[in-house]
């Protein structure tokens, strides 16, 4: 079992930016999809931004031309880089790994943007 650790949110104004960042346990990382997800109070949990194994990434609407997803496999992480937060990016912010059926969840992390 890949065990995943968040990290990096906080509290910010709006116009602000963060950056997250995900560290995966175990030696093999690079062969796995990443994905950041979201899920603020009284919603659903949203994808908001994927990256796969060759590096192509995909983006929620919401979140296209602000948010950035990366990866460094040397490192075992993935980043997103959050730019010009709205008050409506406030959640807690979860990264995902993904390879076939099989997936694996961290312990989220809270990201607030104050007005």
């Known amino acids: 079992q890949v065990q995943l650790v968040e990290s990096g949110g906080g509290l910010v104004q709006v116009g602000g930016s963060l950056r997250l960042s995900c560290a995966a346990s175990?030696?093999?990382?690079?062969?796995?999809?990443m994905s950041w997800y979201r899920q603020a109070p009284g919603k659903q949990r949203e994808l908001v931004a994927v990256i796969t194994s060759s590096g192509s990434t995909n983006y929620a609407d919401s979140v296209k031309g602000r948010f950035t997803i990366s990866r460094d496999n040397a490192k075992r992480t993935v980043y997103l880089q959050m730019n010009s937060l709205k008050p409506e990016d406030t959640a807690v912010y979860y990264c995902?790994?993904?390879?076939?059926?099989?997936?694996?969840w961290g312990q989220g992390t809270q990201v607030t943007v104050s007005s």
């Open positions: 995902m790994l993904s390879r076939g059926s099989y997936n694996s």
């Open positions: 175990g030696s093999i990382f690079s062969i796995y999809a």
